[in-house]
């Protein structure tokens, strides 16, 4: 990894462990928060890499306020609005806060966001099977953050690689630094007042700019709630039983 795009809430899935003794492979599958938080050493490094396709799971607007524009012209933009996060999901999830701006409020809303997500990727799921399938690697997958979307995106997609619950959940725990970062920059407040109009109290913001295994874990069991396991979900999705396999060869080693 190089050097400062490591300080950031970006990294390389290659290496987590899969089951049947298998890996990720190195340099395929990359996750990381939006370009907002890119200077000019991350597009470089960025360029280095080779990218050649990028999931961008953000809304329109959040797009348009920070567009993908480190890219280069071998890079396919993969624009998957999956409006599920509280920057994107619409006044209600902010207005519930506004009116009870407590902890257990907030679990209660980011809870339920998380598990309306499944339901908000699978659109798009198929598509970016089919850029995996294409070897448009490697793949960045990123939101805003990094940590919400693109964890249960990459939470969905390991799942079906075969990688352990456990390793899952580490894997998105190391997103905490996006608000670590957010802390040491002192831009925490200035980002809910500009983002939504109010400052909640620290525990609250500590909560919301944080990662939360519990959160995950509930966007993983609603999936198996509604389409059975990680393979219906692929299925219902467009993703049969032979291109599943077909992502585990792309993908492991």
């Known amino acids: 990894m190089t050097a400062a795009l490591s300080k950031l809430n970006f990294r390389d899935l290659g290496g987590l462990s899969a089951t049947g003794r298998r890996r990720i492979r190195a340099g395929i599958l990359f996750r990381s928060e939006g370009p907002a938080s890119f200077l000019e050493e991350h597009r470089a490094e960025l360029m280095t890499l080779g990218v050649r396709s990028v999931c961008d799971l953000r809304s329109a607007t959040e797009r348009q306020q920070a567009p993908n524009d ?12 999956m409006n599920t996060d509280l920057r994107a999901a619409g006044a209600d999830f ?10 257990a409020n907030a679990r209660r809303v980011m809870a339920r966001n998380y598990n309306l997500m499944p339901a908000a ?6 598509k ?8 448009e690697v ?18 969905i997609l390991l799942s079906l690689l ?3 619950r456990e390793d899952i959940v580490s894997d998105y725990a190391k997103s905490d630094v996006f608000g670590q970062n957010m802390k040491l ?26 990662t939360d295994s519990t959160f995950l874990v ?19 999705a467009g993703v049969d039983p032979g291109q599943q396999e077909q992502l585990r060869a792309a993908l492991l080693e």
Request: charged share 15%; hydrophobic share 50%.
């Open 185 to 210: 920059a002192g831009s925490v407040d200035e980002a809910f007042r500009s983002s939504f109009g109010f400052v909640p109290a620290e525990t609250v913001m500590t909560l919301l700019v944080g």
């Open 121 to 126: 990727l699978l659109p798009h799921v198929s």
């Open 138 to 155: 490697p793949m960045v997958v990123h939101c805003t953050a990094g940590k919400d979307r693109t964890g249960v995106a990459v939470a």
């Open 70 to 81: 480190w890219i280069g012209p071998a890079c396919r933009l993969l624009n998957l609005d």
């Open 162 to 164: 075969g990688v352990s």
């Open 94 to 103: 902010w207005e519930s806060l506004r009116s009870d701006p407590s902890e």
């Open 218 to 236: 509930g966007a993983l069991q609603a999936l198996g709630h509604e389409w059975g396991s990680v393979a219906g979900y692929f299925a219902a």
């Open 128 to 135: 970016i099977a089919a850029a995996l399938l294409a070897r």
